[in-house]
């Protein structure tokens, strides 16, 4: 079955960095197109970042860009958020999430992974 | 960017009733819309997709419609597992976004 399994969240002072990981599993990883999307503590949900399946396609919104770097590693079945200077509002739950069609980019997200929490504050 | 606004922000109704769940986008989204069903502590699920597609295991009592701007998920009977908040999220233009959710609670 398909699951996917954040880990790396955690509590880093404003301005620091912090690495998140997805792994994956239960299905061709290398076939899908990945996103992260955030949600806030008793917030709604916000779409953070894509990668295209071979990686050379990426997208971000402009809250994160030029602070956050998605990769994938194919090889590895994983899905990475490098997050550098860190704000408060970029505390919530971040979740990998899987886009409903293989090989073609959809924009829907069919599996999400269970979350990690990252929490900005000194 | 594409604004989604839902209606009601809470849904208070008991099981076996039926639910009417609004959203509408701030400019035509085509059919290129979907809905999420999320419970509290758990990641959101995939409901309806392309505003009227079941998505793999989705039970029939849960129906979307709508095209252009305004969209409808409909829950014919509520069952005790269906309380929860609802998301619709469009996927027309670049940003994909997300609407503010409506939480269906229990009366």
């Known amino acids: 079955q398909v699951q996917l399994v954040e880990s790396g969240g955690g509590l880093v002072k404003p301005g620091g960095s912090l690495r998140l990981s997805c792994a994956a599993s239960?299905?061709?990883?290398?076939?899908?197109?990945m996103s992260w999307i955030r949600q806030a503590p008793g917030k709604g949900l916000e779409w953070v970042s894509y990668i295209s399946s071979s990686g050379s396609t990426i997208y971000y919104a402009d809250s994160v860009k030029g602070r956050f770097t998605i990769s994938r590693d194919n090889a590895k079945n994983s899905l990475y958020l490098q997050m550098n200077s860190l704000r408060a509002e970029d505390t919530a739950v971040y979740y990998c999430?899987?886009?409903?069609?293989?090989?073609?980019?959809?924009?829907?997200?069919?599996?999400w992974g269970q979350g990690t929490l990252v929490t900005v504050s000194s | 960017e594409i604004v989604l606004t839902q209606s009601p922000a809470t849904l208070s109704l008991s099981p076996g009733e039926r639910a009417t769940l609004s959203c509408r986008a701030s400019q035509s989204v085509s059919s290129y819309l979907a809905w999420y069903q999320q419970k509290p502590g758990q990641a959101p699920r995939l409901l309806i997709y392309?505003?009227?597609n079941r998505a793999t295991g989705i039970p029939a009592r849960f129906s979307g419609s709508g095209s252009g701007t305004d969209f409808t998920l409909t829950i014919s009977s509520l069952e005790p597992e269906d309380f929860a908040v609802y998301y619709c999220q469009q996927r027309s233009n670049w940003p994909v976004t997300f609407g503010p959710g409506t939480k269906v609670d229990i009366k």
């Open positions: 392309d505003a009227s």
């Open positions: 239960g299905f061709t990883f290398s076939d899908y197109y």
């Open positions: 999430a899987r886009d409903l069609a293989a090989v073609a980019a959809d924009y829907y997200f069919d599996y």
